[in-house]
Nanobody, 122 residues
Framework: VQLQASGGGLVQAGGSLRLSCASS???????VAWFRQAPGKEREFVAG????????YYADSMKGRFTISRDNAKNTVYLQMNSLKPEDTAVYFC?????????????????WGRGTQVTVSS
């Protein structure tokens, strides 16, 4: 599975962005997640979705503001981010693992796309 993230950019606090993660190759039995990494910080889990089941998972700090979804016809996973805050500034990555079992640690994922920069100004 090859992944390509896009949709990042510069937005003011309170604004919204939608990130996309396009995948190629076999997509069944794949769990896809978004992570982010701010300068000087560890990569952290944002949200995840089971490709064939649709179950979703969120980091506590993102619940209610971020929504992960998928379009199977387009082989794409989305991350809708609303009410953005300056502390959401980071490089956002999408990742996949060859199992529908949900995980939140970066080391549990074996496929990574290039990140997309999200910058939220105050």
């Amino acid at each position: 599975v090859q992944l390509q993230a896009s949709g990042g950019g510069l937005v003011q606090a309170g604004g919204s962005l939608r990130l996309s993660c396009a995948s190629s190759g076999r997509t069944f039995s794949v769990y896809v997640a978004w992570f982010r990494q701010a300068p000087g910080k560890e990569r952290e889990f944002v949200a995840g979705i089971a490709w064939n089941g649709g179950s979703t998972y969120y980091a506590d700090s993102m619940k209610g503001r971020f929504t992960i979804s998928r379009d199977n016809a387009k082989n794409t996973v989305y991350l809708q981010m609303n009410s953005l805050k300056p502390e959401d500034t980071a490089v956002y990555f999408c990742a996949a693992r060859n199992s529908i079992v949900p995980r939140t640690k970066p080391e549990d994922f074996d496929n990574w796309g290039r990140g997309t920069q999200v910058t939220v100004s105050s």
